[in-house]
């Protein structure tokens, strides 16, 4: 091993980042294990290349390596002669991560406080309530530590017996002899799912979980310019923790009910309304509904079919700033009248002959302007 070139064996430079040398690994030992390559040599330089990872990404064994060679990393205690064996570091997880399974390190420990699971509801509200906020009561069903046992899931005045299994670690090792070499793998105790503990005596009311159901009812504040998919934080309202650890939140997502009348998007408001033909010839002020009621929309004389009017600061509240609004658009639509009583018949006549009259007219102006620019 004395003549193995680390640098050579990953292909890297002298000079090569930590990202350089693990992606030059992960590269090279996909190409190198010996469940897809084939070669007598395979396994050896599988080994190797091991051991080159091992070294390079080791600042204070690299830099061994780089001043006294594999002599000096052994002078120093570092032995790879032998087995070559998989540790629960870095290389052991680029492993698991290659190859699957196997290679992983210990669980984590399952008696660590652990906080609880955010939870969601989906909770609907009218149209104005989103406009203008309201507080509501809600239902909701969540994990609370349990009141009998305290959380602990064992009857109260029973204590839990250390699990035979595994001696109380939580975990099992096992060792297999591989052609790669030792391989340790570390797995979570079956019998006590890795608490190390087993309950002899469960507590009745939460058959042993330490959490339990519960519903109850809570009083939410819905701020004013909420919309479709806004999500509330109810702190601390979702799943109680495990072990001691911190409860979860629970997030409401708000839907708003459409409107019969109003459409919304953003924080603008948008209407359709309908005016007569006298009223966008001769000008109106008219009456129109807004979310903070009826208000007065001026039309101007010569109004045509589809202006768009607004109203300033008619519209939705921004969210977190209510004092600012959005605006109400108002489109107008010019209503052809249908059915004619006789004397609007007359008018709507007479209204005719003038047009043909003023049409006729114009034309002779036209004409005149022709004679003297052409
Ligand atoms: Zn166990
Ligand atoms: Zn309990």
Do not use: W
């Not at 309202?237 to 072990?243: A, R, V």
């Not at 004092?323 to 009248?337: C, E, L, M, S, Y």
Request: aromatic share 8%; proline share 5%.
């Amino acid at each position: 091993m004395a003549n193995k070139d680390y640098y050579e064996i990953l292909g890297v430079s002298k000079n090569a980042t930590k990202d350089d040398i693990k992606s030059a690994f992960r590269k090279r030992a996909r190409q190198l294990h010996p469940d897809v390559n084939k070669a007598p040599d395979a396994e050896e330089k599988f080994k190797d290349l091991g051991q080159a990872y091992e070294v390079l990404m080791d600042d204070e064994k690299r830099s061994l390596y780089d001043r006294y060679g594999a002599e000096g990393l052994k002078n120093a205690g570092y032995d790879f002669n032998g087995p070559f064996e998989f540790g629960f570091g870095d290389l052991s997880e680029i492993l698991s991560s290659l190859f699957g399974g196997g290679f992983g390190g210990p669980a984590r420990n399952p008696n660590a406080p652990r906080r609880g699971s955010d939870l969601r509801l989906d909770f609907q509200v009218e149209f104005e309530e989103a406009v203008f906020g309201i507080e509501r009561d809600i239902d909701i069903t969540h994990l609370e530590t349990c009141g009998k046992c305290d959380g602990k899931g064992m009857e109260p005045g029973t204590g839990p017996s250390t699990c035979h299994t595994c001696g109380g670690t939580g975990q099992i090792q096992q060792t297999t002899q591989t052609i790669l070499g030792h391989f340790t793998q570390i797995a979570t105790c079956p019998k006590c799912r890795g608490t190390g503990r087993i309950i002899s005596n469960p507590c009745k009311k939460c058959h042993g979980e330490g959490r339990a159901d519960v519903s109850k009812v809570i009083n939410i504040k819905i701020p004013p310019g909420v919309d479709n998919g806004t999500k509330l934080r109810v702190s601390g309202e979702g799943d109680s923790g495990k072990n001691g650890g911190p409860p979860g939140d629970l997030y409401v997502v708000l839907y708003v009910k459409p409107h019969k009348l109003f459409k919304r998007d953003g924080i603008n408001v948008y209407i359709e309304t309908g005016i007569t033909f006298s009223q966008a010839a001769l000008g109106d002020t008219i009456e129109i509904d807004t979310v903070d009621g009826k208000k007065q929309l001026k039309i101007n004389p010569g109004t045509q079919s589809g202006t768009v009017l607004s109203i300033k600061g008619a519209g939705i509240p921004y969210l977190n700033m209510p004092a600012r609004r959005g605006d109400q658009f108002i489109k107008i639509n010019v209503n052809t009248p249908a059915h004619l009583s006789d004397e609007e018949k007359k008018i709507f006549s007479r209204l005719a002959e003038i047009e043909s009259q003023k049409s006729q007219k114009e034309s002779i102006i036209d004409r005149f302007k022709g004679a003297f620019t052409g």
